[in-house]
Nanobody
């Protein structure tokens, strides 16, 4: 059974940094694209960043230049380094892992940026 667990969220001051981690366990096959999404109260869930198994990345315009997604395939782990955080980044951040053409999701980790 595949499990996806995020960690690293917290309360941070505007301009600060956080690094989120997501560990995927239980997969019997390779993980394809992994990604980070976020959802603020009353808003839709939006993609933040994605990374393919080969390391290609794409970012939402709102985080480009501030956030960096990376992965360690040996550890089945994906990271999101968030710098220069803004109040608008406040949301629950979710990790997704693509396995055999379906997406698995974590429970989310809360990021709150104070201003």
């Amino acid at each position: 059974q595949v499990q996806v667990v995020e960690s690293g969220g917290g309360l941070v001051q505007a301009g600060g940094s956080l690094r989120l981690s997501c560990i995927v366990s239980g997969s019997k096959v390779r993980i394809n694209t992994m990604g980070w999404y976020r959802q603020a109260p009353g808003k839709q869930r939006d993609v933040v960043a994605r990374i393919t198994s080969g390391g290609s990345t794409d970012y939402a315009d709102s985080v480009k230049g501030r956030f960096t997604i990376s992965r360690d395939n040996a550890k089945n782990t994906v990271y999101l380094q968030m710098n220069s955080l803004k109040a608008e980044d406040t949301a629950t951040y979710y990790c997704s892992a693509g396995i055999l053409y379906r997406d698995y999701w974590g429970q989310g980790t809360q990021v709150t940026v104070s201003s």
